[in-house]
């Protein structure tokens, strides 16, 4: 069997927009079979490794976090052919340690959204993938071991309670996210960590605080001004990270991510409707007889 070829992917989130550096760039729009995703990718190479970038929230920001199609974007990421994705997230901190400016490199999510498709299954096929760890550890390892160089304070795991919004957190439901042990609260992520790994690809979060939401009564509330400003500040640490971690990502995968689906579909293969299989087939072909 020949090597797979790896090909890093990079959601950009608030304030990330594009990627320094990259070379030989063009733009690909495609449709896929879950819609139209956030913009068009962005295909290159940084240091030598294949590249796709692409704006969570569509260039010029203009998509809600409920509105995402989280399936259409890690669809397309791994239609182009990604098996790695590094997604950057602006997130507020619920500990008092981790500070406006410092970035998280995320190692658990805890879901509390409401109204959002997190799964490529059903319709004819069920499938239900491991998820107990849902961040690839490789890939945490790695940037956690450059992330020293990059200037600023990197906290090595910690929990991401993904909210609904697009509000922010009335202050009754800060100060119970805070009981719970959390350690930062966004909008994005676990959405994607959930679809990528039933796409068997490799997903770590770079989670920037940007403010401690409403619960701390030293600091201001959050707002969208306080957000940009020290967005402003964290981008190009964020670009700095993604440079240096980048071609330690160039190398072939020895983590479970790549096989997420080997026992994880459970519907016979001769009852699958064909015109599941097809519509799926990028994801499960591999794992069904022909």
């Known amino acids: 069997m020949s090597a797979e070829r790896q090909v890093v992917g990079v959601i950009g989130g608030s304030g990330l927009y594009e990627i320094d550096g990259l070379q030989n760039v063009r733009e690909v729009s495609l449709s896929t079979p879950f819609g139209e995703p956030s913009d068009a990718f962005v295909q290159g190479e940084l240091q030598g490794v294949p590249m796709v970038f692409l704006p969570r929230h569509g260039r010029g920001h203009r998509i809600a976090p409920s509105e995402i199609n989280f399936r259409a974007n890690i669809w397309g990421l791994k239609q182009l052919g990604v098996t790695r994705i590094l997604s950057v997230s602006a997130v507020g901190s619920m500990r008092e340690d981790i500070a406006p400016g410092d970035f998280v490199v995320i190692d658990q999510f ?8 997190d799964s490529f299954f059903g319709d004819g096929v069920v499938a239900h993938v491991l998820f107990a760890d849902p961040t690839c550890n490789d890939m945490r390892r790695q940037i956690v071991e450059v992330a020293g160089g990059v200037g600023v304070r990197v906290h090595d795991g910690g929990t991401y309670v993904n909210m609904e919004g697009p509000q922010f957190s009335t202050r ?62 964290n981008v190009g640490h964020a670009r700095a990270l993604i440079a240096s971690v980048t071609p330690r990502l160039g190398g072939e995968r020895s983590c479970p991510c790549k096989d997420a689906l080997r026992f994880a579909i ?25």
């Open 172 to 233: 009754a439901e800060s100060r119970i996210y805070r009981s719970w042990g959390v350690d930062v609260i966004g909008m994005t992520n676990l959405q994607e960590a959930r679809l990528a790994r039933e796409a068997e690809i490799c997903y770590a979060t770079i989670a920037m605080a940007t403010d401690y939401d409403c619960w701390h009564e030293g600091h201001d509330d959050v707002t969208v001004e306080a957000v940009l400003e020290v967005m402003a500040k």
């Open 110 to 117: 805890f879901d509390r959204t409401r109204h959002r498709v």
């Open 266 to 290: 459970m519907t016979q293969p001769d009852r699958i409707p064909a015109e599941a299989r097809d519509r799926l087939g990028l994801l499960i072909d591999r794992h069904l007889p022909h």
